[in-house]
């Protein structure tokens, strides 16, 4: 058995206000990037070198503001920032799919210390684990059994 977690005063607040004793979570949403994998450091260069050769204005240390974006919502965003307009369909593909391409150049990425641990305790105390990600990196989707086995 795993020991109480301490609740935040919000918490305790919600379950005052609905007069719950307690809370038992029965399901957790897990994020890939930067919840599983350290992977944000090779997406942020990713970013930063298809949009410079694009043509936008930007730095490194910015694409971390877009974590959790689609793609094409981090592509919409500079467009509409350097062009005045939302990328085409079309823009928006090509530029992905050279993203993806700078991605998988790069040394890979490895899981993020204690990952594995989290998980197992989640699963040990019966709370489904459910990935959510808004990543297209099939990289590292496709490592997902590999490196948490039995998880998702």
């Not at 206000?17 to 260069?45: C, E």
């Not at 930007?58 to 919502?73: Q, V």
């Not at 709370?127 to 590999?146: K, P």
């Amino acid at each position: 058995m795993i020991p109480p977690i301490p609740f935040s005063t919000e918490i305790l607040r919600f379950l005052d206000r609905h007069h719950f004793d307690r809370i038992t979570p029965r399901a957790a949403l897990i994020d890939m990037d930067g919840t599983l994998y350290d992977s944000m450091p090779s997406h942020t260069r990713a970013w930063y070198r298809l949009m410079t050769e694009a043509g936008v204005d930007c730095t490194p240390e910015e694409f971390y503001l877009y974590e959790g974006r689609t793609g094409a919502s981090t592509i919409n965003q500079l467009f509409l920032r350097a062009f005045g307009r939302e990328a085409t369909k079309e823009e928006t593909e090509a530029l992905y799919q050279r993203k993806t391409e700078y991605f998988r150049e790069l040394p890979p990425v490895g899981p993020m210390p204690g990952a594995l641990d989290m998980l197992t305790v989640l699963k040990e105390t019966g709370i489904q684990r459910v990935l959510v990600t808004g990543s297209g990196q099939r990289s590292l989707i496709d490592r997902i059994s590999a490196d948490f086995p039995g998880m998702f």
